[in-house]
């Protein structure tokens, strides 16, 4: 009998002031900036807009502030008066990308 493998959607790339609530899942790049051991959250800066992230415990526990990482997660609907967040699912450490080179790419990408 042949296993089943659950297929997820596409996660798209996106920066996150292009983040709304009907992305189902993305994957984002932004510098930590903030960590909250309460909720397990932290909050990354791409340097045009912020983003909460929830972290399972194991994931939180290997992100450092000032680290740059790209996130592929699931778009949480914002309640009344919150804004987007994201529920991580994998965590990539990316602090050896050169970000001029990787704006000339998003730039290319959006024409």
Known sequence: MKSERKRRNVAFEKRISELNSTDIRVKVIGTVIEKDASNMSIVIDD???????????????????????????????????????????????????????????????SD
């Open 47 to 109: 340097g045009g807009s912020t983003l909460r992230i929830l972290l399972e415990p194991d994931e939180f526990n290997k992100i450092e502030v000032g680290k740059l990482i790209r996130v592929m997660g699931v778009v949480i609907p914002p309640l009344e008066g919150e804004t987007v967040e994201l529920r991580g699912e994998i965590v990539q450490d990316f602090s050896k990308l050169n970000p001029e080179l990787y704006e000339k790419y998003l730039k290319l990408k």
